[in-house]
């Protein structure tokens, strides 16, 4: 952090962060300090920048900078087909790459007019799900970090390895999977993962609340939380909150129950809220998030059926590589769909499901080309990140960082 | 009772009688397309009507249709938790006159949205409380998700920052 004089800051910046205060920007520097967090502090999750106006130790107004990130995924979109951006999912939210595929592949199903066959839909159930407890264990870990509780990181992280363990198993991959298929996914989960995955839910709540018993009593960490940066129903709804930051806000909507995609709907869970809408209740939300998940994985592994889990449709889904290498009919299909794509009719569609950090949609726009003539990521992270001046207001510098640890914005997402 | 889309299609008719809507749906999801020039009327009514209450605007953004005679639209995802039910709005913008009132004081959250918008196609936003660029550079001079901003980016566009010693 450092202090920073009127010369440094850019005059649109400085202006917007004097926009609610009555002082002149003569004398402005004066009285108040301007105080930059980022985009280097460990605990902005990221490369965020805060342009802080503090009076003493407390905030008057905030200002978020973004952008450090920007790689232009939207316009890299509208220049490869709909297959060769799966990849470029997996950099958008780092913690829960799965989850984004699976975001990405229902969209463009959606936009293709197809559908996954059953067991590959139970099998994108239950990666989004680890994925959501994978993304929260490191949340969860992040915020005790963030106000000074290093052990809980250290046993969530523990967690988490479990789930990149599994991955492992699953694709070969730990970090940035590419899991999903337009149509699928890209092959059958082997038994070893699936026993994995039992054996991972049948450990984890022991272990989870091992974790919460070194927290949910500990003084330090709860005074630091309760009460700070507090968001009314109404107005969280108003800024455009999603996820467990809205559900801290006591507002009971997932879209996984209001708008159902793969099956959620023949699932028995649990919508969590918490009526505070502190960062204690966000943190709350998490937690029981992550057990209503396990809750899912479970009556999912039950559920799953046998069969396929790639759609028998060749101009629209790439065929699996053994049969490229064998067959003629393949080979041209396969040779089709990665020269010119597959051509959705023309049309628009928005998909948004619940990913771990809120609505993560995809609207796209298809001219009937091979490629997407639009494709807009509507990402839960920079949404959520509208909301810190008007949370940071009137509090701490200290407590500055417990609330962007309570929204656990990811910058890959926010950012694109 | 009626379904959402014949509930909107019949309030919006009434309330705003003699305006152009077309209604279309594409795979289960309803657009309606409207002027520009009553973009906020339109907004606040669909918002603070208790029988349609859509109180989440989830996502804004512009498509560059590049050839078209009029190039941008805008498009407003916006969602009712009454209804449950999801509704896009789109109005189309010229490049001549390319500005569009904004809805932020409907909707806190268009704020951040049409930043970006702007950013990114350079579309003006009316009454916007603050219009900066939201990704690129403030000295950066073009709206890179136009059609007609190369791929590779243009040489030279981006300033390297001022070494201060």
């Known amino acids: ?37 980022g985009p280097q502090h460990p605990a902005t999750h990221g490369v965020l920048r805060l342009l802080l106006r503090l009076d003493g130790e407390t905030v008057m107004g905030c200002v978020p900078e973004l952008g450090y990130l920007h790689r232009g995924y939207e316009k890299l979109a509208e220049n490869m087909n709909y297959y060769e951006f799966i990849p470029h999912t997996d950099r958008l939210d780092y913690l829960s790459p799965m989850s984004n595929n699976v975001a990405y592949a229902l969209a463009v199903e959606k936009l293709v007019g197809i559908e996954a066959p059953p067991r590959a839909q139970y099998i994108r159930m239950i990666i989004s799900e680890l994925a959501r407890v994978a993304s929260h264990l490191v949340a969860i870990g992040s915020l005790a970090m963030d106000v000074g509780a290093l052990t809980v990181f250290l046993w969530t992280l523990r967690e988490r390895e479990k789930i990149l363990d599994i991955w492992d198993i699953l694709c070969g991959a730990r ?242 | 009772m009626a379904s959402p889309k014949e509930l909107l299609e019949q309030r919006l008719n009434e309330k705003f009688s003699g305006e152009n809507f077309i209604f279309n749906e594409h795979r289960n999801e309803l657009t309606v397309s409207l002027d520009k020039k009553n973009i906020i009327a339109v907004c606040k009514y669909l918002k603070e009507e208790p029988e349609l209450a859509f109180r989440l605007c989830e996502d804004i953004t512009a498509v560059d249709w590049a050839t078209r005679k009029n190039r941008f639209s805008v498009v407003y995802h916006i969602y009712s938790l009454k209804m449950n039910f999801r509704l896009a709005l789109k109005a189309s913008v010229d490049e001549k006159d390319c500005n569009i009132d904004s809805v932020s004081s409907v909707w806190n959250t268009a704020n951040w949205h049409e930043r970006e918008t702007f950013d990114m196609y350079g579309i003006h936003f009316n009454n916007h409380p603050d219009l900066r660029r939201m990704y690129m550079p403030e000295e950066f001079e073009y709206h890179p998700l136009r059609k007609d901003f190369p791929l590779m980016g243009i040489p030279g566009s981006l300033s390297l920052p001022k070494n201060k010693n």
Not at chain 1, 2 to 18: C, F, G, N, R, S
Not at chain 1, 304 to 328: A, C, W
Not at chain 1, 402 to 410: E, F, H, K, N, Q
């Open chain 1, 175 to 416: 970090f940035t999977n590419s899991y999903t298929r337009i149509g699928g996914v890209a092959n059958d989960a082997q038994p070893e993962a699936l026993a994995k995955v039992k054996w991972f839910i049948d450990q984890y709540l022991p272990n989870l609340d091992e974790c919460e018993r070194l927290i949910n009593t500990n003084r330090i960490f709860i005074e630091r939380l309760d009460g700070v940066g507090v968001i009314s129903a109404d107005d969280a709804i108003d800024i455009g909150l999603t996820g467990p930051s809205l559900r801290g806000s006591g507002v009971e909507f997932d879209l996984r129950r209001a708008q159902p995609y793969l099956f959620y709907n023949e699932i028995d869970f649990k919508v969590v809220t918490y009526p505070d809408g502190d960062s204690l209740a966000r943190y709350f939300v998490r937690a029981d998030e992550t057990r209503e998940s396990i809750k899912i994985i479970r009556q999912a592994l039950e559920k799953m059926p046998q069969g396929e889990t790639l759609l028998n449709q060749p101009k629209k889904v790439l065929p699996k590589k053994t049969e490229i290498y064998s067959r003629m009919e393949e080979l041209i299909h396969d040779f089709m769909i990665v020269n010119f794509g597959i051509n959705p009719e023309p049309g628009e569609i928005y998909h948004a499901v619940e990913s771990s950090k809120g609505e993560l949609g995809f609207y796209l726009v298809s001219k009937g080309d091979g490629k997407p003539w639009k494709c807009k990521i509507r990402s839960p992270s920079f949404v959520n990140l509208q909301s810190v001046p008007q949370l940071v207001k009137g509090h701490m510098v200290s407590d500055v960082v417990a609330i962007l640890g309570s929204l656990d914005p990811v910058m890959g997402e926010a950012d694109k």
């Open chain 1, 1 to 37: 952090m450092e202090k920073l004089t009127k010369d440094d800051v850019h005059p649109k910046i400085l202006e917007a962060l004097l926009a609610d205060s009555n002082i002149t920007l003569e004398d402005a520097l004066e009285n108040e300090m301007i105080l930059n967090m």
